[in-house]
Structure formats: C-alpha cells, structure tokens
C-alpha cells in the first residue's frame, strides 16, 4: 500500500505525486527521492527508433540514467512525450538501449567499480524493474534487440585493457538472459578489446547473425566480426568471424 514517506514519484500519467512511497504497475516500481528535476548538461548518449517510427533515447545527467521516449514517428522528435529518470545512483555511465517491441524496453549501463546493470520496462518507459547484473566487472556494456524477440548484452571485461569481451542472450519468450558465454574468433582464441568503443547489433536477414564492431587490443582501427553460432543452445563461447 501506498504511505506518506517524504518522497515524490513520477506518476504513471508523468505528473508528479507528493505522498506515494512505492507505486507498483505490472510488477514494477519507479522510486524517486527527492525533486527528481531534470538536470541540464547530459554526458553519454545512446538512441533508437523503435518499428513504429518512434524515437527514444537513454541519457547520463549528474550520474544518473534518464530515459525520453518521442511519441511521434519520424527521424528527429518533435518533443518528447515522455521524461523519466531511470536510476538514483549517481555513478552511472555508458548507457546502451536495446527495444525488443513497442512496449518493452532494456536499458543497460555501468556503474563505476560494480560493473554492469540492466533494468527493463514492458509499459513503453512508464516503469522499470530493478536493477539485475548485465555483464559481470564490465567496463563497457552494450544491448541489441530484432524484432523477433531476441536480446543481447557484450560487455567488455576487466580492469584494463586488453579486455576480454562476454555475451548474454535471451530468446523470444525466455525470462530471462542465459549465462555468461566467452567470446572468441573462429579459431577459438578470445577476442580482447581496447577499453574504448563496442557495438553489437543482430542483423535482420533470415539468419539473424550478430555483427560485432569493435577496436581489438592492440589494433589501430575498429573491426567488423559477424558471429557464427551465438543460437547455439549447447554452446560454451560464442564465436565470431572477422569480415573487415
């Protein structure tokens, strides 16, 4: 139940409430201390558009994850019509956003020293669970999503580089992201990363692979690698072929 507790939440319709402590929709809940006035300067950034057209992105204000979501369909927002601030924690960083549909949503981001979280929203941003561990020691973390349903976490891994890179997967109706898996290129080696730039995406051909984009360590330039069996239920790494 609802109690007076000195905190204000963003409520579902996005106003502000004086007296809810905890307000729970669909199994989540969004608590906010204090204010919860939207900073000014942002710091990273991450964005995409969703298959109706809308545009969304996740931000770093004072530390902390913010998410905006543009109702109207096209290449730029014409206003947001959605604000919210994600966490309270004020040492997050790096955020990477990954749509599975419509409606849900995963946001993934680093805190300094504990590694990477993820928090998901199934009412298009209103609400966010709390937080689970993405890519355990993490420096860096990144999310892809297709439209069929699958999801993806590569974090970069260790204290420094070279940092070895590791993979989670969910599928179209899991609950949840598999284990860790260790990445490695098509003759097995792990494949270790400088500690600056990573992407992930899944491709939308039949074949649905994953295109890795990444500087490996010791590397002057960014590399392409497309993987090979990432939908390997049995698999103990997951396997990537370098193309450029």
């Given amino acids: ?23 729970p929709w669909r199994g989540f809940a969004m608590v906010t201390a204090g204010e919860a006035e939207e900073p000014d300067a942002a710091d990273d950034l991450a964005n995409a558009h969703d298959r109706l057209g809308r545009y969304h992105t996740a931000e770093i204000r004072d530390g902390d994850v913010w998410f905006r979501r543009s109702d109207a369909p096209g290449i730029l927002p014409r206003g947001f019509a959605l604000t919210m601030q994600v966490t309270s924690d004020g040492d997050c960083r ?4 990954a749509l599975v549909d419509t409606l849900r949503s995963v946001l993934a981001y680093v805190r300094e020293d504990l590694g990477s979280f993820y928090r998901r929203t199934d009412d298009d ?29 590569c974090g970069a ?8 890179l590791r993979l ?8 949840d992201f598999g284990e860790e898996l260790p990445v490695v290129d098509d003759s097995g080696n792990p494949i270790t990363v ?37 939908d390997d239920p049995e698999a103990t790494n997951v396997s990537f072929k370098r193309v450029t």
Wanted: net charge negative.
């Fill in 125 to 153: 941003g209103e609400t966010w669970s709390e937080p689970e561990v993405a890519i355990a020691d993490a420096l860096l973390v990144r999310s892809a999503s297709h439209e069929s349903g699958y999801l993806a976490l």
């Fill in 194 to 230: 400088e500690a600056v730039g990573l992407s992930i995406s899944i491709a939308k051909d039949g074949a649905m692979p994953m295109l890795l984009f990444c500087r490996v360590f010791g590397e002057p330039s960014p590399s392409h690698w497309v993987s090979t069996d990432w």
């Fill in 94 to 97: 790096g955020p990477a956003i």
């Fill in 157 to 164: 891994v260790g204290e420094e580089a070279p940092l070895s």
């Fill in 168 to 175: 989670r997967v969910q599928g179209p109706g899991d609950q």
């Fill in 1 to 23: 139940t609802n109690s007076e507790a000195g905190y204000r939440i963003l409520r579902e319709d996005g106003a502000l409430g004086d007296h809810a402590a905890l307000r």
